[in-house]
């Protein structure tokens, strides 16, 4: 469960934590720690969402090398 | 029939022996030619008459190819089509079944089009089984076109109003003229090599054939084919089918659709989100209910008052003890009293001055012995005599053994 992992990942584990928290015969235990991992994802998955950046770059290939230019740059 | 030797056929059996002969030796034909007329039928056939200086030659689209033909025929046009020969039974007339037509010019693109896309078909460049799915939620979309024009503007658009936290990696090509498609290919290898993207959107506006033609190059559609980010195209028209886009994870219509397709919205992630989360806490929720009716029930448990109950138990055993104690020690205390009284009273029966009060004496000598008989005394002796209030002083007159 890192930050850097993808949102698709990270929303298909949170998948997993509710259809476990929805089985039958579960834990007390493990749903707690059930509920906090899901609570933990959940606030991944929205940090990523809020982080309205909409970052615009363009690549940019000097001396076989790759750079990221901010805006859109003319080939 | 055979009539001297000579076998003799029917109308239909001389029809039917060119007919395969036709079919067998004129199949997958590229021919060209005018249009000299052209009749659309109700039907959706289309029969025309090609012709050049010389000859004329009789044709027919049938209705399925009709329909996906990519230019109208008119008369007067000259065409390049690819077909087969057949012949018209009811007509003994040879026609050309036309599969597809091609302003002449074109058809030679379109003839190595076909091989191509035969050949890479073969490969399994268009296979559905090589198919990369397009994440729903990507951080990073790569995006080739050109810097200018409306296709980048598009997308960008979209994607700033669906996916605000998606961020674009732009590389601009040229999607037009000679280079292109090595800038196009080229530029699919680097994103690939530059890593760090989800998709990767190859784009370009509506354009005449020959403009949308470097994404029939075969190097573009290897590209395409052998990227490991998943490849959205989106060229031209919703009408022209290139290469790439067979070869593409997924062929969008428009650069809008692509970008649409390429993230989902903020928005109804974030709905999703809290739908999970309204799951999450409502099963933990159940979960705590469940588990707090299990601790009620428990607690409603006669196991649970057992402690309780055998207490009580015990407490009736002891007080039960207690009073049989009680009664046990009293009622030998009474029995007790009762013998000690008994006794008493023989006692006292004994004592020697009840005896007195009832009328005997205690004689004793002079050296208080008890006498039991005369014989203990002579005449003259001092005898005491004790009754019950006091003593008396004699002396023995006479003494007279008497067997009692």
């Known amino acids: ?20 928290l929805e ?53 | 029939m055979n009539i001297a030797g000579h076998s003799i056929l029917t109308i239909t059996q001389v029809a039917n022996q060119v007919k395969y002969t036709l079919e067998k030796n004129y199949a997958n034909l590229w021919i060209q030619g005018e249009i000299a007329s052209c009749k659309p039928y109700p039907s959706g056939h289309i029969y025309l008459t090609l012709k050049d200086g010389q000859s004329e030659l009789s044709a027919v689209i049938f209705s ?39 302003p002449t010019g074109q058809g030679e693109l379109w ?5 191509l896309k035969e050949k890479l078909e073969l490969e399994g460049l268009f296979s559905q089984e090589s198919k990369k799915q397009i994440p729903r939620f990507p951080r990073r979309i790569g995006i080739i076109t050109s810097s200018e024009g409306a296709v980048l503007r598009d ?35 680097s994103m690939n090599q530059y890593g760090e993207m989800d998709t990767l959107i190859v784009g370009r506006g509506g354009g005449s054939l020959e403009d949308l033609w470097c994404f029939n190059d075969e190097q573009v559609v290897r590209a395409i084919f ?23 994870d997924y062929r969008a219509p428009t650069p809008s659709a692509a970008a649409e397709i390429a993230a989902e919205d903020r928005q109804e992630t974030i709905q999703f989100l809290d739908n999970i989360s309204e799951r999450i806490y ?5 979960m705590i209910v469940v588990h707090n009716e299990k601790i009620d029930s428990f607690h409603k448990r006669h196991g649970f008052f057992k402690p309780h109950l055998v207490l009580e138990q015990w407490d009736e055993k002891l007080n039960d003890f207690n009073r049989r104690l009680k009664q046990s020690t009293q009622s030998t205390f009474i029995s007790q009293k009762r013998k000690v009284d008994s006794l008493q009273d023989k006692i006292l029966l004994l004592n020697p001055k009840t005896q007195l009060k009832r009328g005997f004496a205690i004689a004793t000598d ?17 005898v005491t005599v004790q009754v019950a209030r006091g003593i008396l002083k004699t002396k023995v007159k006479e003494g007279k053994i008497q067997n009692v």
């Open chain 2, 64 to 102: 399925p190819y009709a329909k996906q033909l990519k230019h109208k025929p008119v008369s007067g046009l000259k065409v390049t089509v690819n077909g087969d020969l057949s012949l018209y039974s009811p007509r003994g007339q040879f026609q050309l079944q036309i599969r597809n037509l091609y």
């Open chain 1, 1 to 20: 469960m890192s930050e850097k992992q993808p949102f698709e990942k990270t929303l298909s584990d949170l998948q997993a934590i509710i259809e476990e």
């Open chain 1, 23 to 75: 089985s039958e015969n579960l834990s007390l235990d493990k749903m707690v720690h059930l509920f906090e991992d899901g609570m933990k994802l959940m606030k991944i998955c929205r940090t990523q969402l809020d982080e309205v950046e909409n970052r615009i770059t363009t690549l940019v290939k000097e001396n076989d090398e790759f750079s990221e230019k901010p805006g859109i740059k003319q080939s």
């Open chain 2, 282 to 286: 409502s099963a933990s929720k159940q």
């Open chain 2, 155 to 189: 997308i960008i658009q979209v994607l700033n109003r669906r996916a605000p936290h998606v961020s674009c990696l732009i590389y601009p090509v040229s999607v037009q003229g000679q280079y292109a498609a090595g800038e196009i290919s080229k530029a699919i290898e």
């Open chain 2, 111 to 115: 003839l190595a089009y076909e091989a």
């Open chain 2, 366 to 382: 002079s050296k208080n012995n008890i006498i039991f008989s005369p014989n203990q005394v002579k005449v003259n002796d001092d």
């Open chain 2, 226 to 248: 052998a990227s490991h980010i998943p490849v959205i195209t989106a060229i031209g028209h919703e009408t022209d089918t290139t290469l790439s886009d067979y070869a593409a």
